[in-house]
């Protein structure tokens, strides 16, 4: 089960003294104080939390005065009720809770043990509790029985349900009032094991590494992994059958290690058998048993089999697949006949790609993570302006860092090709990328200005258009004859070689675009958005996106893998969201850092 985890909610109540409440039954304007209005509301009105995690609601008081808030204690006291919208199977600590006489806040708790989503209403005692009130907004009934609305009850009013954005109250409006709703998703995380296919002689010891995920695909510490062997397993000591696992007793569990140390997220299983044949091992995360089915070397549990979609010892896809199936095979060596020349030994399995990615922060400070090996950072040095991107340059022998003036920073195996560091610009530079040989680079400005270092050529810019959003980033073609430039709103420029595959530039967007990374062919490219976003073109295949999930903070970039079946996206804590193929390899988003991150580049 995912450890723990806290979200607070903070519930706001706009209280001004002795107010006049509305009617029973009334779902026109809040009531009129003699200064200001009697206001309930929920910020941030939508949180994401693991099983068991325990969201917090707390109910604050504050004083509105001419759209001036502050902060107020009440006279005598002042309940507020909560209740979950419908039948969902989250649970509240209390039904209320009470604001006493100058005290800021009271506050209750919710859970769930099971994936769930939860509308949670609270509404002010002896106010009017508007049934029509819905978590988000619309002025247009028809969006009322939306996902995120509520259909207003029978005789209820249709101004009181999916009304705009209560995020900035407008006294005299009738959103926000005294009632407010909430929603909260509970979402399981996932586990994976490798080796997901082992094959020892009998005797030796098998070792099997669990990860466990939380919801955003990030290693969890904390987190009891369960391990069952299938029935007519040779070392299954339990009889194990086919059919839902007796809880309580599995073969062996381990628990995650905790936060911030080496190996934070993974636990390892060891055991030796001394006979041959085969283990099939079912593994969970879950309380709750999963279901068996088949035996031996052909089994499944809940259906996940040996090979799944993940296509084995990658990150689980959904996050969510909390059960893996591995296998051992202990087999021992057959000796050569009487006399036989032994024949030659196999081949050593060829070593597993390498992958790693480099952040880079404002300061020019290096965050190396996997294979990626530290070359060296501004982070010491006094900068003339703050470092915007990076490159890394060919066999990720070494990096370039880019600043604003278009000075240029090389390390490791990157060659320094010139820059603009001491040219006067017309607008300040954005990105770079390097060409495939490593002898060159190219900068971009936000005007669409391209500057060509070493052996890469100029074959065009935008810095002579007016363009409808400032350009933030650029890709190079894999030859190094082309290039994209990408605007705010996800316009594509294309250079050279660059083919157009397609734009967001006549899309409405939730939040500007902040970067691109091209696929390896040069066919397609993927865009990401501030909320990260994800865009896909040509050949790009979309493999997931943070769009849908609550940030800490804003996304800055992202990088490809080598063979470019995934991404990971980076935000400005260095929190790291890796998706398809590519591997999570740690992140800086526990740390206090002295500037925010800026950019990536891996592989």
């Known amino acids: 089960m995912l450890a723990v985890r806290t979200a607070k909610i903070t519930l706001v109540a706009f209280l001004i003294g002795m107010a006049t409440l509305l009617p029973a039954g009334s779902t026109t304007a809040p009531a009129q104080a003699a200064h200001g209005f ?204 086919p059919g839902p696992q007796p809880a309580g007793n599995p073969d062996g569990t381990c628990t995650t290690i905790a936060a911030g140390q080496p190996g934070e997220g993974t636990c390892k299983v060891g055991y030796t058998q001394t006979k041959e044949g085969v283990d099939l091992l079912c593994v969970w995360t879950s309380d709750a048993p999963p279901v068996f089915a088949g035996t031996g070397d052909g089994g499944t549990c809940d259906g996940e089999g040996l090979l799944d979609g993940t296509g084995n010892d990658g990150k689980p896809d959904p996050a969510g697949d909390d059960q893996d199936v591995v296998r051992v095979v202990w087999q021992r060596a057959v000796a050569p006949a009487a006399g036989a020349t032994p024949g030659r030994a196999p081949p050593p399995p060829p070593p597993p790609p390498r992958t790693g990615y480099w952040l880079v922060a404002t300061d020019g400070g290096i965050f190396a993570f996997g294979d990626a090996d530290f070359k060296g950072s501004t982070g010491a040095i006094r900068l003339n302006q703050p470092i915007v991107g990076m490159a890394a340059a060919p066999a990720n022998t070494g990096y370039w860092l880019v600043a604003s003036d278009g000075g240029i920073f090389a390390f490791g195996g990157a060659r320094f090709a010139g820059s603009t560091g001491a040219i006067r610009l017309n607008q300040p530079i954005v990105g770079m990328d390097s060409t495939p040989t490593g002898n060159g680079y190219f900068l971009v400005a936000r005007d669409g200005g391209v500057f060509a270092f070493g052996d890469a050529r100029f074959q065009g810019s935008t810095g002579g258009i007016r363009l409808n959003q400032p350009i933030v980033g650029m890709a190079a073609t894999p030859s190094g004859n082309g290039y994209w430039l990408v605007a705010a709103d996800g316009g594509i420029f294309a250079f050279g070689d660059a083919r157009f595959a397609g734009s967001t530039g006549a899309l409405r967007l939730n939040q500007p675009i902040v970067g691109m990374a091209a696929t390896p062919t040069g066919l397609g490219y993927w865009l990401v958005a501030r909320d990260g976003g994800i865009f896909a073109f040509g050949d790009a295949r979309f493999q997931g996106s943070t769009g849908a999930l609550r940030l800490n903070r804003p996304i800055v970039g992202m990088s490809r893998t080598a063979a470019g079946q995934g991404y990971r996206l980076v935000a400005s804590d260095g929190g790291i969201f890796a998706f398809g193929d590519a591997r999570f390899l740690g992140s800086t988003g526990a740390l206090k850092l002295n500037q925010g991150v800026v950019g990536m580049d891996g592989f």
């Open 38 to 241: 009697q206001f309930l509301q929920v910020t941030p009105e939508v949180s994401v939390l693991p099983l068991n995690g325990v969201l917090r609601l707390e109910a604050q008081l504050f004083l509105d005065v001419g759209g001036d808030r502050m902060p107020a204690g009440p006279v005598g006291e002042v309940t507020v009720n909560f209740e979950e919208v419908g039948e969902t199977p989250a649970s509240l600590s209390s039904t209320s809770c009470t604001i006493a006489a100058l005290t800021p806040s009271c506050e209750v708790t919710a859970s769930s043990a099971v994936v769930a989503t939860t509308l949670f209403r609270a509404w002010i005692d002896d106010g009017t509790k508007d049934e029509g009130e819905g978590r988000l907004a619309n002025t247009d009934p028809d969006d009322r029985a939306s996902a995120d609305c509520i259909t207003p009850a029978e005789g209820e009013s249709e101004a009181g349900a999916c009304r705009a954005s209560d995020d900035t109250p407008t006294p005299g409006e009738a959103e926000p009032d005294e009632t407010d709703v909430v929603k909260a998703s509970w979402v399981a995380g996932g586990v994976d094991v490798v080796a997901d296919d082992q094959r020892l002689e009998p005797g030796r010891q098998a070792t099997l590494t669990a990860t466990a995920y939380d919801v955003l695909g990030n290693p969890a510490p904390g987190v009891v992994v369960r391990f069952e062997y299938f029935n007519l397993s040779i070392s299954d000591g339990d009889g194990n059958n």
